[in-house]
């Protein structure tokens, strides 16, 4: 498999990967706060700070979490986003990181968020390995995802949450993560982890080879990770009735055999049709009648991981380094689905393609539209009903997605001592990611609607293909009786969807730092450089067409795009005051003044400056402070490729279709829909498009007009050791951060009501004509034609610079270490709060708060409070603690709120449902037999969620493609999870 992928990336890596390995740079994130992190990793280089380009300076105005290699091992992590649980700041780490759940991108990939500012169309976080950047991945999406780094290769992982775009450019609005690799590992160690919960199960393995030798050394480090699925019914609290919870039913009448409704007639009846009906209602319905498709889908994939990395380092005399590291990885997964569905838009995996159609019987005006195995109800002489209908009976367990992610890059460095006081350093970076879905044994949905009223359309109208027993679907008959032939149920699931991508990254870096002159501070260290990243993506989309199998008609989209970015970068170290200059109240300040510009191929150039400070007030405290502008480049798929003719604006993701939701709009902004019947009635102010008749258009993908995202942030902060209390230290900071145009698909509750954006929903009084549908459509490839019927409406829902939102709050942690004779305890608390969440449509328009109104615009979770408290013991060599999460309580502004969003002119300003907050316990053990075998076999077991919380009721349905009941970016119903393992050091 290796061979295969390098052989098919051979022209690309081979003009790179030479380079990479045989140079190297030193990394300018590559960093630690603490000095004691260069003995833990074997390590007597100068240690360069994250934030920072200048080798060996301090950490200036940052608050930077660190988490160490102990509190890794901890964690029995089987991926890298499960290293980052214990940091509240860091949003997405707590959902399982296997594709499908709250993944980012059809291919499966999951991106953390500090401060959970940013989305799947907007990532505000810079994620890079070794402070230089890798291969994104994605197929609709351009992410960083990091888990395909082997997590035993992991020698700590730094927060820095704060804007650092003058540092890395792009991405670091937010902040940014550093995953930072076992430099000069020697040794041999291995581990084994199994884990197991009600009806799931994973298991782990990794291995750790090292060897030193006077001028270098080299080390190998390998992991393999094997995750079960979880079906939505192994939780029933996550069915789709949730009535019994006080909530809605979002289960449906699709059922199968189907659940018809003859013609002229209010009630609905279901197999053998021999009782009475029931009524259309879904909140009354007897919970006997009604159908989840979500019994046959899964909530997350059962997925299998291998990943690898390879580290060389060599000293070529006394001034000159050089080191090259090599990365792979591969994850498969495989998730079953309910047979009716369909590839999902926007990055969601799948969505439900329920079939509600009309069957025409014996009487009907066309003899050649009759199902010749069409039944009525006893006692009903209807000769056409509407059918609902899913297909699951007749194809249980068949529709299957399977995800693959390929990664490798090669990462070099060289760096050469000019004097004792100035240092040269360049690197490279070669890297590529492969990443395909493919969705088989799903619906044909056209095939559907011909085999059962003889035309392509749900309401029998359209080019007749005329219906015997042999091409007819039988939908009133269980699998045991039924009666449709095998060569039509064959054709049924001729419905295939494939995306495919590949994505690419050359980064080149030269940089010198070193120090100018001292002042009476200390020494004044300026470091800059000079960067170029290449970047490409090509992506392909095969869909049905709507019109037959896949195997005879199907959709092919494919785009390429590329980017180049050449940056320029400096920064200076200030240290004005120093402890030697004896000053009351200030024992050191030091200031950090770094700035970047990036040129981009497609958008220009921008700038970003930043300025911090350290004030040291005495041994115990000091006082921090930064400010910066920041910036997010938009990814690929929001923009579209170049063409020969300019940006065109597509992307795989590109489509025109119906509109399947309902929008309600107000008259007063749309006056022009009062001649729309239905919406003319006298006194009346708003009106419900999408139903009734009033059939709409839309399009989704990208948009050529959208432009860079930017951010602005500041912070202030305190960190506080005493001196008189060993082992104790506290922390706290009060941070803001402004996004403003970040991207995304405009939700309609914005759109409708904002003067800026109200002519992306157009009203066509008298219903479009042909050429009004064909200029909206501008060529898009249709996903299933429009509504039978006058299209009253068009929803331009592609990608827009549409979210303006202003975050303010703070992080606090607090951590007592208590020494005695015979061992210690620990104990620690840390959160953040957020105090401010203030969004507006566009400059201009008004501002509203939507702290602890989650679900709001759907991008940014909105919750106030996510924190941790810990309390730990070590008596010799055995270890234990106890972690308890909390996830605070919030309002439900979803569209789906059982107390439904009041709003005055376009702005929210009460209702919604309360959610309680969340707490779960964590426990962990681990034992350390010394002198086994000439090693060290340490023994942990974990358990998660100890108590075995549920999460808090939220009345979402969650699109029914995770689930309902709760939300799934902020909650996982896994349940408790118990690990054991064992580790040996040698």
């Known amino acids: 498999m290796i061979m295969n992928f ?91 990181s296997q594709g499908g759940f709250a993944a980012n991108d059809t291919a499966g990939a999951s991106v953390p968020q500090i401060h959970g500012i940013g989305g799947a169309n907007s990532s505000s976080t810079l994620v890079v390995v070794d402070g230089h950047r890798f291969p994104l991945t994605g197929i609709i999406r351009n992410l960083p995802d990091p888990n395909f780094i082997p997590p035993n290769a992991i020698e700590r992982v730094e927060v820095l949450a704060e804007g650092a775009s003058s540092i890395y450019g792009s ?98 009846y279901q197999f053998p049709y021999s009782g009475a009906g029931f009524a259309n209602n879904l909140t009354t319905a007897a919970s006997s009648t009604l ?170 109208s359209g080019t007749v293909t005329a219906l015997t027993t042999a091409n007819a679907l039988d939908v009133w008959r269980p699998l045991a009786t039924n009666r449709t032939s095998p060569e039509v149920l064959k054709r049924l699931l001729d419905a295939r969807t494939y995306q495919g991508s590949r994505q690419t990254i050359q980064q080149y870096n030269i940089s010198t730092n070193g120090t100018l002159f001292e002042l009476p501070g200390g ?43 050449k940056s320029f970068y400096g920064e200076l170290l200030l240290p004005v005051i120093g402890e030697d200059m004896n ?111 009033i059939n709409g258009m839309r399009i989704e993908g990208a948009n050529p007009n959208v432009k860079p995202s930017k951010g602005k942030t500041w912070a202030i902060g305190a960190d506080f050791t005493p001196t008189f209390l060993p082992g104790f230290t506290a922390s706290l900071t009060f941070w803001h951060t402004t996004l403003e145009k970040a991207v995304g698909a405009p939700p309609i509750g914005i759109v409708v009501n904002s003067p800026t954006f109200k002519n992306l929903l157009t009203i066509y009084p008298s219903g479009a004509t042909d050429a009004e549908i064909a200029a909206f459509r501008n060529g898009l490839r249709a996903i299933s034609p429009l509504n039978a019927g006058p299209v009253y409406f068009s929803n331009d829902a592609r990608n827009q610079n549409i979210y303006n939102v202003a975050f303010e709050g703070i992080d606090f ?37 939507v702290l602890g109104k989650h679900r709001f615009n759907g991008t940014f979770p909105a919750n106030k409070f996510d924190g941790r408290a810990e309390l730990g013991i070590d008596v010799g060599d055995f270890s234990a603690g106890l972690t308890a999460n909390h996830t605070g309580k919030y309002t439900y502004w979803g569209n789906s709120a059982l107390n439904p969003v009041v709003s005055q002119n376009g702005i929210p300003q009460s209702g919604g449902d309360k959610v309680k907050g969340y707490t779960t316990v964590d426990l962990n053990m681990s034992y350390d037999w010394k002198n086994v075998f000439a090693g060290n076999i340490e023994t942990f077991l974990t358990v998660d969620n100890l108590f075995d919380a549920y999460p808090p009721f939220e009345n979402n349905s969650n699109g029914q493609a995770y689930g309902s009941g709760f939300d799934n970016l902020l909650h996982f119903p896994m349940g408790r999870l118990i690990t054991v393992g064992a580790r040996v050091k040698f």
């Open 6 to 96: 390098l052989g098919n990336s051979r022209r690309y890596l081979e003009s790179t990967a030479f380079v990479a390995l045989a140079l190297g740079v030193v990394s300018p994130l590559h960093a630690q706060e603490q000095d004691d992190a260069a003995a833990a990793t074997g390590s007597d280089d100068v240690i360069v700070v994250t934030g920072s380009s200048i080798r060996g300076a301090p950490a200036v105005g940052s608050n930077l979490i660190s988490v160490g290699r102990d509190m890794i091992e901890d964690a029995a992590a089987a991926t890298v986003q499960d290293l980052l649980k214990s940091v509240p700041a860091v949003w997405g780490a707590n959902a399982p």
């Open 171 to 268: 991405d670091a609005v937010a902040g940014a993560l550093n995953f930072i690799t076992r430099r000069k590992f020697s040794g041999v160690e291995a581990s084994a982890q199994y884990g197991f919960g009600e009806d799931y199960s994973n298991w782990s393995a990794t291995l750790s080879l090292g060897t030193r030798w006077d001028t270098g050394g080299a080390a190998f480090f390998y992991s393999y990770s094997d995750k079960s699925r979880l079906a939505v019914s192994d939780r029933p609290l996550a069915m789709a009735d949730q009535r019994a919870r006080g909530g809605r039913n979002f289960a449906n009448f699709n059922c199968s055999p189907a659940t018809i409704q003859p013609a002229g007639q209010s009630l609905l």
């Open 291 to 460: 159908c989840d498709q979500s019994n046959y889908s899964d909530l997350i994939p059962a997925e299998k991981r291998h990943s690898m990395m390879v580290k060389l380092d060599q000293e070529v005399g006394d001034r000159l380094t050089l080191s090259a590291d090599v990365v792979y990885s591969v994850r498969n997964s495989n998730m079953n689905n309910s047979v009716a569905v369909a590839h999902g838009q926007g990055g969601t995996p799948t969505v439900q393609q329920l079939i509600t159609a009309t069957a025409f019987g014996p009487g009907s005006a066309n003899p050649a539209q009759i199902n010749p195995f069409y039944e009525n109800p006893t006692g009903v002489t209807a000769t056409s009903q509407t059918i609902r209908w899913d297909g699951n009976d007749l194809f249980p367990n068949s529709a299957k997605q399977r995800g693959f992610s390929e990664s490798f890059y090669a990462y070099g460095r060289a760096e050469y001592e000019l004097s004792d006081r100035w240092q040269v350093a360049a690197f490279v970076v070669a890297g590529i990611n492969n990443a395909k879905t493919t969705i088989t044994g799903r619906l044909c949905q056209s095939c559907v609607m011909q085999a059962l009223n003889g035309t392509f359309n749900s309401n029998g």
């Open 523 to 565: 020494e004044v260290k300026v470091a800059v450089g000079g960067d170029m990243v290449k970047y490409s993506q090509e992506a392909e989309v095969v869909d049905t067409a709507g019109i037959g199998p896949s195997s005879q008609a199907s959709t092919y989209n494919a785009v390429k795009y590329l980017r180049t970015v």
């Open 583 to 693: 000053i009351p109240g200030i024992q050191s300040l030091v200031f950090n003044v770094s700035g970047r510009y990036d040129h981009y191929n497609e958008f220009g150039s921008i700038k970003n400056p930043k300025i911090a400070l350290n004030w040291q007030v005495f041994d115990s405290l000091k006082i921090r402070a930064n400010y910066a502008t920041s910036f997010v480049a938009p990814q690929f798929s929001t923009y579209g490729p170049d063409t020969l003719s300019g940006r065109d604006g597509l992307s795989v993701d590109s489509y025109f279709g119906p509109v399947a939701n309902q929008i309600t709009i107000p008259l007063d902004l749309y006056p022009e829909a009062r001649a729309i019947p239905g919406c003319n009635t006298v006194g009346q102010v708003t009106c419900l498009l999408g139903t009734g008749g």
């Open 813 to 849: 942690d607090v951590r007592h270490r208590i020494r005695f004779d015979w061992g210690s305890i620990r104990m620690g608390v840390n959160g953040t709060l957020k105090t401010r969440m203030d969004q507006y449509a566009a400059p201009g328009e008004p501002v509203f708060s």
